[in-house]
């Protein structure tokens, strides 16, 4: 019998996120697999491996089906094998970012930096246009932001706003292209042309997510919506434009 946790490449029971994720990634490579052969895989105890199976079905990241049953139907229930959902499956999108990166590396190669750019607009435009409607029509910067917020959550960045000295802060907590946009910043930048572009007014990006920061964050200024002639004319007269 394994002797749990004095294997030197055992899990750390107590690190739940980190053990969670070990789990889930045996879930991922291996699936349908057995809750027990994934304790022992992990050097863990069964019952802590079906606290953290049932934590990932609970968040709707794994699902369960019955073990096909082998020779003579016995008495009791049959095992249960567990596996990914798509949901689980997005922990470890990595390798889909590895492929995005390459492809934007072909893409520069061939195009140079203004194709980049071409494809970072595109991307940002099928993302935002479809909420365009209901963010322009908000009457303030204050409940644009809010609105641009409730977008972006719909969209997995686990996004919100506040209010901050004078003006707004968005926050997006998730940025499911981080990874990419590490080289490429482009993407950061054209997302940020966007925003102020829906909201009306100039914004600043203070932090990201692809520079290492905790959350992409951005300066929405509680100015009103200007129009383009009304843009002109403040900075003819010295002051800042919108």
């Not at 863990?44 to 609970?58: E, F, K, N, Q, Y």
């Not at 249960?80 to 492809?103: C, I, S």
């Not at 910067?141 to 972006?152: C, G, N, S, W, Y």
Request: aromatic residues 4%; hydrophobic residues 40%; charged residues 25%.
């Amino acid at each position: 019998m394994k002797n749990l946790g004095t294997d030197q490449t055992a899990v750390p029971a107590g690190h739940d996120g980190r053990t969670r994720h070990a789990v889930a990634r045996l879930l991922l490579e291996q699936g349908p697999i057995t809750a027990a052969s994934v304790a022992e895989q992990l050097s863990l105890s069964p019952t802590a491996v079906r606290r953290h199976i049932d934590a990932l079905v609970a968040d709707g990241e794994a699902v369960s089906r019955d073990a096909p049953r082998k020779g003579q139907r016995g008495r009791g229930r049959p095992a249960k094998l567990f596996l990914l959902t798509e949901q689980g499956r997005a922990r470890f999108g990595h390798a889909y970012d590895d492929l995005a990166v390459a492809a934007l590396r072909f893409l520069a190669e061939q195009g140079g930096e203004e194709a980049v750019r071409a494809f970072a607009r595109r991307r940002v435009s099928s993302l935002v246009d479809q909420h365009r409607a209901a963010i322009v029509a908000q009457p303030d910067a204050a409940e644009r932001a809010k609105a641009l917020a409730v977008a972006l959550t719909r969209e997995g960045y686990a996004a919100s706003a506040r209010h901050v000295g004078t003006g707004e802060q968005l926050c997006q907590h998730l940025c499911p292209v981080a990874h990419v946009a590490a080289e490429f910043p482009q993407l950061c930048e054209t997302e940020t042309a966007a925003f102020a572009d829906l909201l009306g007014t100039h914004v600043q990006r203070l932090a990201t997510i692809a520079r290492g920061d905790a959350v992409c964050t951005t300066h929405i200024p509680n100015t009103p919506r200007t129009t383009v002639g009304e843009a002109d004319n403040r900075a003819s007269d010295g002051g800042e434009p919108a």
